[in-house]
C-alpha cells in the first residue's frame, strides 16, 4: 500500500469487548498506508477484545481518554462489537472526544455496532449511514439515513456493516482520512 496517510494521526476509541478484526484490522491498514494509530480507551491499562464468540487478546493503550486531545489527530475510528459500543456511548467523555471530531469536521470511521457511540454523541441526524442490522432501528429513531450496504461514506463518515466489510471499510477511511478536512458539516 502506498504511504498516503504519512503524517496523519488516527484515534481508534475502544475499551474491553470491542471485535477483534474492527480494531486489529483497520489499525494494520492504516499504519500501512502511513498513518500513526493511537489506541485510546478510558484509562490506560490493556483493553480485551472480544474475537467472534469468546474473549480474545489483549491489546496495549497508548493514551487514555483522559490525555487525548482532538487536536493531536486527523481522524477518528470506532470499532464494534457489542460490549465496547456499549460501555463507550454512556461514557461523557468518550461522547464528548467524539463529538468534537464532528465539530472540528475530520472524518470518523465506525463500524457495526460502532455508530451506537455516535447517536449518544448526537451526531447522526440526516446523514447516510450503515451499521450492524440489529441496530438500524436506533439509527433512524435517531435521524440517520440507514441503508443495508457493505459500507457507506456521508461527508466524511464512513460506516459499515461487519467485519465481512472491513477491505471497504478501510479503503474507504483512508481515502477520507487522505482527503483532509470535511467544512460542510452535517452536525
Same mark, same amino acid.
Given at each position: 500500500?502506498?504511504?498516503? +496517510?504519512?503524517?496523519?494521526?488516527? /484515534?481508534?476509541?475502544? #475499551?474491553?469487548? &470491542?471485535? %477483534?478484526?474492527?480494531?486489529? $484490522?483497520?489499525?494494520?491498514?492504516?499504519?500501512?498506508?502511513?498513518?500513526?494509530?493511537?489506541?485510546?480507551?478510558?484509562?490506560?491499562?490493556?483493553?480485551?477484545?472480544?474475537?467472534?464468540?469468546?474473549?480474545?487478546?489483549?491489546?496495549?493503550?497508548?493514551?487514555?481518554?483522559?490525555?487525548?486531545?482532538?487536536?493531536?489527530?486527523?481522524?477518528?475510528?470506532?470499532?464494534?462489537?457489542?460490549?465496547?459500543?456499549?460501555? +463507550?456511548?454512556?461514557?461523557?467523555? /468518550?461522547?464528548?472526544? #467524539?463529538?468534537? &471530531?464532528? %465539530?472540528?469536521?475530520?472524518? $470518523?470511521?465506525?463500524?457495526?455496532?460502532?455508530?451506537?457511540?455516535?447517536?449518544?454523541?448526537?451526531?447522526?441526524?440526516?446523514?447516510?449511514?450503515?451499521?450492524?442490522?440489529?441496530?438500524?432501528?436506533?439509527?433512524?429513531?435517531?435521524?440517520?439515513?440507514?441503508?443495508?450496504?457493505?459500507?457507506?461514506?456521508?461527508?466524511?463518515?464512513?460506516?459499515?456493516?461487519?467485519?465481512?466489510?472491513?477491505?471497504?471499510?478501510?479503503?474507504?477511511?483512508?481515502?477520507?482520512?487522505?482527503?483532509?478536512?470535511?467544512?460542510?458539516?452535517?452536525?
Amino acid at each position: 500500500m502506498t504511504q498516503q +496517510l504519512n503524517g496523519k494521526r488516527v /484515534a481508534i476509541l475502544a #475499551t474491553d469487548g &470491542f471485535e %477483534e478484526s474492527e480494531l486489529s $484490522v483497520p489499525k494494520a491498514k492504516l499504519e500501512s498506508a502511513g498513518a500513526t494509530v493511537h489506541v485510546i480507551a478510558p484509562d490506560a491499562k490493556g483493553i480485551r477484545a472480544w474475537a467472534s464468540t469468546d474473549w480474545g487478546d489483549t491489546y496495549d493503550v497508548d493514551k487514555a481518554l483522559s490525555e487525548a486531545n482532538v487536536a493531536d489527530y486527523h481522524a477518528l475510528m470506532l470499532p464494534g462489537g457489542l460490549f465496547n459500543p456499549d460501555t +463507550l456511548r454512556q461514557n461523557d467523555d /468518550a461522547l464528548r472526544f #467524539t463529538r468534537h &471530531f464532528f %465539530e472540528a469536521g475530520k472524518p $470518523v470511521g465506525a463500524i457495526c455496532h460502532g455508530p451506537w457511540i455516535l447517536i449518544n454523541a448526537g451526531v447522526v441526524e440526516g446523514r447516510s449511514m450503515t451499521s450492524y442490522p440489529s441496530i438500524s432501528q436506533d439509527l433512524k429513531n435517531a435521524g440517520a439515513h440507514w441503508s443495508d450496504q457493505e459500507v457507506v461514506v456521508d461527508n466524511g463518515l464512513v460506516t459499515s456493516r461487519k467485519p465481512d466489510d472491513l477491505d471497504a471499510f478501510c479503503s474507504k477511511l483512508i481515502e477520507e482520512i487522505g482527503e483532509g478536512r470535511h467544512s460542510d458539516q452535517h452536525a
